[in-house]
């Protein structure tokens, strides 16, 4: 079928798989969004940013706030899903250093993804409908799950007494912050904080600040 005769709407078929078409989006728009926050990017920047046409971004999303949604969506069920794995890995070893190996393997996520806390951090600091969406769908689900080990812990005295949310929250923050602002880091200390050394120190200090063995 030639161009011309192509249904109207219907994008050119592209070599990749759909679903790999799809993924490409949703990091390109990932990365944008994390940069220019949702208002300072347009679908013809994702699109250019993934190597594809404008009318395929529409064809496979709609329009920017359904991507939005669907690519955030999308590296949340990714980490939730390797931290069930990671649960699951270490099944029958103590709560204690089941945790600690779960604040490790979320500042390496972190690292791998600092689009996840620049998004969170553009989008929340205002009242959108994006920051209700990031309330309802990620923090309160997680914090939720994270909030009955943490109390665990703190009745034993492996982590410091306060108010568990406040605690969330502050590991939370330890564990994304070299990663969110990886240029500052650069420009002061002269240091790569996505190294592979970096980020294993990082992990380090986070658990010595926070678990009391």
């Known amino acids: 079928m030639t161009a011309a005769a192509r249904p109207r709407g219907r994008p050119a078929k592209d070599a990749r798989s759909v679903e790999e078409t799809r993924a490409v989006i949703r990091q390109a728009a990932l990365a ?5 926050g949702f208002e300072g990017v347009a679908l013809r920047d994702i699109a250019a940013r993934a190597g594809v046409e404008h009318s395929l971004v529409r ?8 991507l939005w949604r669907e690519a955030l969506s999308a590296l949340i069920d990714q980490m939730n899903a390797e931290r069930r794995e990671l649960w699951r890995a270490t ?8 945790f600690k190996q779960a604040l ?6 972190c690292a791998r ?5 620049r ?24 914090h939720r799950t994270g909030r009955r080990n943490v109390e665990t812990l703190m009745a034993a005295g492996h982590l410091p007494q306060m108010e568990p949310r406040r605690l969330i929250y502050m590991m939370s923050a ?29 992990a380090d200090a986070v658990i010595a600040t926070f678990i009391r063995d």
């Open 104 to 109: 490790r393997d979320y500042v390496h996520y």
């Open 32 to 36: 944008l969004f994390s940069e220019h």
């Open 59 to 66: 064809y496979h999303f709609t329009d920017k706030a359904n």
């Open 119 to 142: 998004i969170m951090v553009h989008e929340t600091v205002g009242d959108s409908d994006r920051a209700v969406w990031i309330a309802q769908n990620i923090v309160i689900p997680q």
């Open 91 to 98: 099944h029958g070893q103590p709560l204690l250093e089941r």
């Open 113 to 117: 993804h600092p689009e996840h806390a």
């Open 174 to 202: 330890a564990a994304q912050a070299p990663f969110t602002l990886a240029g500052e880091l650069r420009h002061a200390y002269g240091i790569d904080p996505m190294t592979p050394e970096e980020i294993e120190a990082h």
